[in-house]
């Protein structure tokens, strides 16, 4: 079992940053892949991006590619989601997500943190 809590979210004007963390509980956190997923009203939740078991390799959906930077601290249970030049469109909640591949998402969601960017 692993328990996700993000935080870190916010209000921020464009061309702001804004860094989310995602605490894990539970002993396997090491051992899967990481995630942080998005959901903008009256939209499909999306994938942003992904981080490996070791933290070597990442993926980013395209339109935040070069803007968001996933990493993780697997000796604090920790993912992070560093978010520089952030845009309106930007605005969703964002969930962090445990245990899934480059394809599915896992099966452990967090309760989700609201990011909002003023233009």
């Known amino acids: 079992q692993v328990q996700l809590v993000e935080s870190g979210g916010g209000l921020v004007q464009a061309g702001g940053s804004l860094r989310l963390s995602c605490a894990a509980s539970?002993?396997?956190?090491?051992?899967?892949?990481m995630g942080w997923f998005r959901q903008a009203p009256g939209k499909e939740r999306e994938s942003v991006a992904l981080?490996?078991?070791?933290?070597?390799?990442?993926y980013y959906e395209r339109s935040v590619k070069g803007r968001f930077t996933i990493s993780r601290d697997n000796a604090r249970n920790t993912v992070y989601l560093q978010m520089n030049s952030l845009k309106p469109e930007d605005t969703a909640v964002y969930y962090c997500n445990a245990g899934g591949s480059v394809s599915v998402p896992g099966n452990y969601w967090g309760q989700g943190t609201q990011v909002t960017v003023s233009s």
């Open positions: 539970g002993r396997t956190f090491s051992s899967v892949m």
């Open positions: 981080i490996n078991r070791s933290g070597g390799t990442t």
